[in-house]
């Protein structure tokens, strides 16, 4: 399974940006696909999670009424992302594992991350 994330960019606070995993090697319904992220000098953080045939889903309490995981089409997923604030700026990751689950241990195969800026 290979991953690409896209779409990171700068934004001010309060914008939105939609994040996509492009997935290849599998569909998105054989694997979970997961958002990460990580700012510097922290540790990666789960942002979010969709299982693979059932599509649940699933946030971090940061994040949560603020972000939505979606299952564009067989090889894409979306993280669309609004009110974004300061504390959002991050490198963002995509990666696929098979349970769901916002733990990044879970997760086997990762691709490069995008970055995401959320500043005026």
């Known amino acids: 399974v290979q991953l690409q994330a896209s779409g990171g960019g700068l934004v001010q606070p309060g914008g939105s940006l939609r994040l996509s995993c492009a997935v290849s090697?599998?569909?998105?319904?054989?694997?979970?696909i997961g958002w990460f992220r990580q700012a510097p000098g922290k540790e990666r953080e789960g942002v979010s999670c969709?299982?693979?045939?059932?599509?649940?889903t699933y946030y971090a309490d940061s994040v949560k009424g603020r972000v939505t995981i979606s299952k564009a089409s067989a090889d894409t997923v979306y993280l669309q992302m609004s009110s974004l604030k300061p504390e959002d700026t991050a490198v963002y990751y995509c990666?696929?594992?098979?349970?769901?689950?916002?733990?990044?241990?879970?997760?086997?195969?990762w691709g490069q991350g995008t970055q995401v800026t959320v500043s005026s």
């Open positions: 090697g599998l569909t998105v319904d054989d694997v979970a």
């Open positions: 990666a696929s594992g098979v349970h769901a689950s916002t733990t990044a241990r879970d997760f086997t195969n």
């Open positions: 969709v299982g693979s045939h059932d599509g649940n």
